[in-house]
């Protein structure tokens, strides 16, 4: 039918049509405040996390240590409560250099997002967190990284308890 | 399965638009509308309607589905919304089918909206929500960097060159040149202006990704005994198939989608097909970024891990393509107003089997087409199958 149609509906607006008041619109800013319980296995995590260890979770049905803790095995569908200290160090899966915020505005110095693969955990089970430490054009998939913690005293129990990922070695 | 067969009978869509002067009831308005006309129906003769849209968020609409329901056609009737992400659209695929085919209702009618425009300042922003509240969002993630994680993994895995990939976005732009609703349809664009293109977050340039948008779309679905009486070119819902992955999207193969492969199994199973590189002849794979048609053809098991860039390359994807991919012009060349975005490539396949689709219309009079989806946090995969062949 697309050829039988001469015109489709769908008027194109620009923001100059917005900001000119040529077309009315209403402008609001919802308010949306929550508090998130951390829940069984990631409440274990964060401890963890502000005593300056990653734990991982184990499911032995299953022969698979994973991170981030899960309070069940999605696989088995059996209880998974045994945590096990990882070393903190592991290797770049993959990572991207991010000119733009999460609310797209543009930054002069990359983020260096970077899906982690902890050791001691099976593979595939990486984690999300950031690189640092390293030149743009130093970066590798592959590259072997370590944990760079907050000061005891300044860890809160957050993900951010971790500041960045930095390599081994210098490179 | 006892199932009655399901045919589309019917499709309309709006322009997709960075920002639309209608609301989005108007919007499904104008899509279901046309759909209607197209096959000389009215809403007296619709029994159910199935509406898909993504999240909430875009719109500050809480329960879209009942808000978007007049628009679709749905007053005083039974309507159920269905919400898979990104994957949405083709999951309107199955959504209609069963409906029709589970013998509840002879005429549906499937409604895809969504406007992105309406989250300030920019749509990106409402989608941090997608990432784990407690051990990502502190992070202060961004929609983007899921796709360029994903990307260079498999660019790094396969050895593929961002030169590889660009070719994706310089032929669905270009086949987006001929559709009369696009938005970013640029007959003359090459590589070097992908690659030349605003780098946001490495490897993904501007030109790598879909644009935000505004859009409908609509379609006709309709039961046998009924769907022939509607018209004499009935196109068969041969194949539907979904699948979702774990949302620990970190402990997963990046470089292959297998969720996908899992939907497209479930599907070549209904439909029949066991060779789908020979049986498949058009493919409207989910491209909201170039790589993702490469990775999405490979988990639908039409192109080999890896080698995917290489039927690009060699002009087998094209439109006169031996399987030409995205003739519509895709989310990267007509837009990506998301769930609308999904049954778009539905309705590109319902147009380009009943020969209808113009200037856009594939040689050599296709008989099967595959439409594909995925989405939420990358763990979805949602296909539909269509031919002109009524299944056995």
């Given at each position: 039918?697309?050829?039988?149609?001469?015109?489709?509906?769908?008027?194109?607006?620009?923001?100059?049509?917005?900001?000119?008041?040529?077309?009315?619109?209403?402008?609001?800013?919802?308010?949306?405040?929550?508090?998130?319980?951390?829940?069984?296995?990631?409440?274990?995590?964060?401890?963890?996390?502000?005593?300056?260890?990653?734990?991982?979770?184990?499911c032995e049905r299953c022969d698979r240590t994973v991170v981030p803790p899960r309070?069940?095995?999605?696989?088995?569908?059996?209880?998974?409560?045994?945590?096990?200290?990882?070393?903190?160090?592991?290797?770049?899966?993959?990572?991207?250099?991010?000119?733009?915020?999460?609310?797209?505005?543009?930054?002069?110095?990359?983020?260096?997002?970077?899906?982690?693969?902890?050791?001691?955990?099976?593979?595939?089970?990486?984690?999300?967190?950031?690189?640092?430490?390293?030149?743009?054009?130093?970066?590798?998939?592959?590259?072997?990284?370590?944990?760079?913690?907050?000061?005891?005293?300044?860890?809160?129990?957050?993900i951010t308890d971790i500041r960045y990922f930095k390599p081994l070695r210098r490179g | 399965m006892s199932m009655r067969r399901v045919a589309v009978v019917g499709a309309g869509m709006t322009r997709f638009v960075r920002r639309a002067m209608e609301t989005p009831k108007e919007l499904a308005w104008h899509a279901a509308r046309m759909a209607l006309d197209s096959c000389g129906l009215t809403l007296k003769d619709v029994g159910g309607v199935c509406i898909g849209s993504a999240p909430d968020a875009f719109d500050g609409v809480h329960m879209k589905g009942e808000y978007l329901s007049d628009g679709s056609g749905a007053w005083g009737k039974p309507v159920m919304r269905s919400f898979v992400g990104g994957g949405t659209g083709v999951f309107l695929g199955p959504h209609g089918w069963y409906h029709a085919a589970s013998g509840l209702f002879d005429v549906v009618l499937v409604v895809a909206e969504e406007k992105m425009s309406s989250f300030y300042p920019h749509a990106q922003a409402a989608f941090v929500?997608?990432?784990?509240?407690?051990?990502?969002?502190?992070?202060?993630?961004?929609?983007?960097?899921?796709?360029?994680?994903?990307?260079?993994?498999?660019?790094?895995?396969?050895?593929?060159?961002?030169?590889?990939?660009?070719?994706?976005?310089?032929?669905?732009?270009?086949?987006?040149?001929?559709?009369?609703?696009?938005?970013?349809?640029?007959?003359?664009?090459?590589?070097?202006?992908?690659?030349?293109?605003?780098?946001?977050?490495?490897?993904?340039?501007?030109?790598?990704?879909?644009?935000?948008?505004?859009?409908?779309?609509?379609?006709v679905m309709a039961a046998e005994g009924v769907a022939e009486r509607i018209t004499d070119r009935p196109v068969w819902v041969q194949g539907v198939g979904w699948n979702l992955d774990t949302a620990y999207w970190t402990n997963r193969d990046l470089a292959y989608p297998a969720y996908v492969e899992r939907a497209a199994r479930m599907a070549y199973d209904m439909a029949g097909v066991r060779e789908p590189r020979k049986e498949i002849h058009i493919v409207e794979p989910y491209d909201p970024f170039d790589y993702k048609e490469l990775h999405h053809l490979e988990g639908l098991l039409l192109a080999d891990r890896g080698k995917a860039p290489e039927l690009t390359a060699q002009g087998v994807t094209a439109r006169e393509g031996a399987m030409p991919v995205c003739p519509s012009g895709g989310l990267l060349g007509v837009g990506n107003p998301i769930t609308a975005a999904g049954l778009m490539k539905v309705a590109e396949l319902f147009w380009q089997l009943r020969g209808e689709a113009g200037a856009r219309q594939v040689p050599g009079k296709p008989e099967r087409g595959l439409a594909q989806a995925w989405g939420d946090l990358m763990q979805v995969g949602t296909v539909t199958i269509l031919g002109t062949q009524r299944p056995a």
């Open positions: 039918m697309t050829q039988r149609i001469a015109s489709y509906p769908g008027t194109a607006l620009s923001e100059e049509d917005i900001e000119r008041g040529r077309v009315l619109s209403i402008h609001d800013r919802l308010r949306a405040d929550y508090a998130w319980d951390a829940g069984l296995a990631i409440g274990r995590y964060l401890d963890g996390l502000k005593a300056g260890q990653i734990l991982g979770v184990r309070a069940f095995c999605e696989q088995c569908f059996a209880p998974m409560d045994a945590f096990v200290p990882l070393a903190g160090v592991g290797t770049v899966n993959t990572f991207s250099l991010c000119y733009v915020t999460w609310d797209v505005k543009r930054i002069a110095e990359p983020l260096i997002p970077s899906v982690i693969d902890l050791d001691g955990t099976s593979p595939p089970a990486g984690i999300m967190h950031l690189l640092g430490g390293v030149a743009t054009d130093r970066v590798r998939i592959g590259m072997r990284v370590r944990a760079v913690w907050k000061p005891a005293r300044a860890r809160e129990g957050a | 929500t997608i990432f784990d509240h407690t051990t990502e969002r502190p992070l202060k993630p961004n929609l983007l960097w899921i796709f360029a994680l994903e990307m260079n993994r498999y660019m790094q895995t396969y050895g593929i060159s961002k030169r590889d990939i660009a070719q994706v976005a310089v032929k669905n732009k270009r086949n987006a040149a001929d559709h009369p609703c696009a938005m970013l349809g640029e007959a003359n664009i090459t590589i070097e202006d992908v690659l030349n293109s605003e780098v946001l977050a490495w490897p993904v340039q501007r030109l790598d990704v879909s644009p935000v948008s505004d859009g409908a779309v609509a379609i």
